[in-house]
């Protein structure tokens, strides 16, 4: 973990999503697929906490070494006010942070699977797997086409894609998830990693469960400072001896977590009632209004 | 005076830091993992507060972020008092740094024995009592903050049994004069002004509070005229009780503030998770305020802040 002042390289808008790259070696050079850094927001406004993002990319070689791109989505008011950054900003960023996927030792056949700009970590490690000599294969899905995070990309460093938006504009109409037994089956996955919000993971850790196919996904959960100390971006995981579960960080012992460890429901809080049960004699309406 | 360099250690009758800056609890974890924050540079450091066993905390979301504040509830995650002893306790005294051990609790008898496996534990120099978490035995889900015959009881057991100083954390709620004199007969050293302010953020779209809890509380810059006041009112009304100011200190001036208006020592909470040096920073920033003004430690600026008219604020307003 770093904490640096790193000079914005460039910035771009990507579809719905605008992509900052950094000069920052110290974190590039140990930026893996999954880890994530902290942005910190200009002093003196109302909005104080960093801003935590998935590295995109981080170059150790070439003639982009020591650089590290972020994605984002500008929908709130510190995002907003990253897409005004502009080249030769300085950005307070510390990093890089959490712990990242970790790759097969056996197995070849990896499907990775995202939604939306979850791609942005998928692509990553893409990379790292190819590099590794095991097959890659993708699933993107996002809410329409404009939302689909760098689909020429992922077509670039995959075997094959598939693509899904919620409205049909590009690929199938549906869900990542909805896709995913069907390319399972016809690229003989082996390995599922996954990004993407909790309620799409669910579905494909609940697929992976049944099918008992060994899965790892990135979480997202609200984080306060993404160092370990503020213990907000907690989820439920169970222990290796089965004894019980903890709230682990998503910050520190996350954003990575073997998915048949969470316990979904527990997390999700699977709406609760919105009032207590009623106290016992207290006479139950079944239907209403009959 | 100009040009002699100001000490910077402070005594809160008897209970010695090496800066007045102190990170708050909470902020800093139990101090397993420090992370960038250097522990050779800071004053002293509260720890998340500590209960009898392991405690798993609340569903998530657990924070929202607010206009300059950051809205919580965490749900008191920690590891239990026998593992901080034994785990994170000696590399903090290792460091050397003094440790303030926050004690909470869901009954009187919890808090009597989290405070009694505190005893006698090299490097901490004071306990502070948290009185948000609710009171199982007679609160109906209130906290201890809310009716002082708890406060009373609870103050008075752990500091009857302690013999290390106990300082008091509570809420700016309700008559606060008269609580902390409450404290104070009960036998606290001192307090820590002020705990978290009662917060609720919406989101009307969902149709939902933005925090599982639902009510969490407001930390941050929002909160610091409240604590400001909070520190003012009760260091008037009892000048010998030694006060830590917390609540939105971010920059030097914010911790000058508090000591003018009568906090002996400040603690950093919101701001260490934004940025682990502040606490560091800020007493750079103490320091250059009082080699500018000529004092000569920082304990020589509590009170005095100039007031013109006599208190004609009703006492206990808050």
């Known amino acids: ?290 | 005076m100009a040009g002699v360099k100001p000490r910077m250690a402070v005594d809160l009758n008897g209970v010695a830091f090496p800066l007045p800056i102190l990170a708050a609890s909470g902020c800093l974890g139990t101090g397993r993992e420090p992370g960038l924050v250097d522990l050779h540079r800071i004053g002293g450091v509260v720890t998340r507060s500590l209960t009898l066993t392991p405690t798993k905390g609340s569903p998530t979301p657990r924070m929202a972020e607010t206009p300059s504040g950051l809205l919580s509830w965490v749900g008191l995650q920690n590891p239990g008092v026998e593992e901080f002893v034994d785990l994170d306790l000696p590399r903090l005294a290792k460091a050397g740094v003094p440790v303030v051990a926050s004690v909470a609790g869901t009954s009187l008898e919890e808090y009597l024995r989290v405070a009694s496996s505190l005893q006698g534990r090299p490097g901490i120099v004071a306990l502070e009592v948290y009185l948000g978490a609710p009171d199982d035995e007679r609160g109906r889900g209130e906290p201890f903050s809310a009716r002082p015959d708890r406060v009373h009881e609870v103050v008075g057991a752990v500091a009857r049994m302690s013999r290390i100083p106990v300082f008091v954390k509570l809420p700016a709620l309700g008559n606060l004069v008269e609580m902390a004199r409450t404290c104070v007969r009960a036998g606290a050293h001192g307090l820590t002004l002020i705990d978290g302010v009662p917060g609720l953020a919406v989101d009307a779209e969902r149709l939902r509070p933005r925090l599982a809890a639902p009510v969490g509380v407001l930390s941050g810059p929002a909160i610091k005229p409240i604590a400001l006041a909070a520190v003012f009112q009760v260091a008037r009304a009892l000048p010998d009780l030694p006060i830590m100011g917390v609540g939105g200190v971010s920059k030097g001036e914010d911790a000058v503030e508090f000591l003018l208006a009568g906090a002996w020592a400040v603690q950093v909470g919101t701001a260490m998770l934004v940025n682990p040096a502040a606490p560091f920073e800020i007493a750079q920033g103490v320091l250059a305020y009082l080699k500018g003004k000529g004092i000569a430690e920082p304990a020589d600026l509590r009170g005095r802040l100039r007031v013109e008219r006599g208190p004609t604020v009703r006492e206990g307003v808050l």
């Open chain 1, 1 to 290: 973990m770093r904490r640096v002042k790193a000079e914005i390289l460039n910035t771009r808008k990507l579809g719905d999503y605008h992509s900052v790259t950094l000069v920052a070696p110290e974190i590039a050079e140990r930026a893996r697929p999954g880890q994530f850094i902290a942005v910190g927001m200009p002093p003196g406004r109302a909005f104080l906490l960093r801003r935590h993002f998935s590295i995109h990319q981080a170059s150790r070689r070439g003639g982009w070494a020591g650089t590290l791109e972020f994605v984002f989505d500008p929908r709130g008011v510190g995002t907003e006010w990253l897409a005004e950054a502009r080249a030769h900003q300085f950005l307070d960023v510390i990093g890089p942070l959490g712990k990242g996927f970790a790759y097969p030792s056996r197995l070849t056949n990896c499907l990775l699977i995202s939604e939306g700009h979850g791609a942005a970590t998928i692509l990553f490690l893409a990379q790292e797997l190819r590099s590794r000599g095991r097959r890659v294969d993708m699933v993107l899905g996002a809410e329409t086409g404009e939302r689909v995070f760098k689909p020429i990309e992922g077509k670039r460093l995959s075997q094959t894609i598939a693509i899904a938006t919620e409205d049909g504009s590009m690929g199938e109409r549906g869900t990542a998830a909805d896709l995913l037994p069907e390319v399972a089956e016809t690229t003989g996955t082996q390995v599922i990693y996954a990004a993407g919000r909790r309620a799409t993971l669910r579905k494909i850790a609940e697929f992976c469960a049944e099918r008992r196919i060994p899965a790892q996904m990135a979480v997202e959960e609200q984080m306060g400072c993404g160092m370990g100390q503020c213990f907000t971006c907690v989820v439920p995981v169970t222990r290796k001896d089965g004894s019980g579960y903890d709230n682990l960080r998503a910050c520190t012992d996350g954003p990575v977590f073997n998915a048949a460890r969470i316990l979904w429901g527990r997390w999700m809080g699977d709406e609760p009632p919105l009032l207590p049960t009623p106290p016992e004699g207290f006479p139950v309406v079944r239907s209403w209004p009959g």
